[in-house]
């Protein structure tokens, strides 16, 4: 069974850029999809964005443009790379593995990670 590890997160000026990395351990996750989700205070848990094993990638809306999701199968790791952070972004981040859902990101994903928080000022 694969353990996820997040780190990354911090506080940012808005219009800023984070890099987050999950990194696994007990196994490879090469073959899984791995995605990001994010809670915000108060709100209940989200899809971000997620990437299958053979690359394809999927975005919520409001990251289209702003962030990239790619992965380093040799280092078992998985980046969420942000760009113009907006003090929405706000939350706990959370990257989880599993298979692809077509239409329900969360529901495909077998291990989650404990989480790293993003704060974004305005």
């Known amino acids: 069974q694969v353990q996820l590890v997040e780190s990354g997160g911090g506080l940012v000026q808005t219009g800023g850029s984070l890099r987050l990395a999950c990194a696994a351990s007990?196994?490879?996750?090469?073959?899984?999809?791995v995605g990001w989700f994010r809670q915000a205070p108060g709100k209940e848990r989200v899809f971000v964005a997620r990437i299958r094993s053979d690359g394809t990638t999927d975005y919520v809306d409001t990251a289209k443009g702003r962030f990239t999701i790619s992965r380093d199968n040799i280092k078992n790791t998985v980046f969420l790379q942000m760009n113009s952070l907006k003090p929405e972004d706000t939350a706990v981040y959370y990257c989880a593995a599993g298979w692809w859902s077509p239409n329900s990101p969360a529901s495909g994903m077998n291990y989650w990670g404990k989480g790293t928080l993003v704060t974004v000022s305005s």
């Open positions: 007990g196994g490879t996750f090469s073959g899984y999809t």
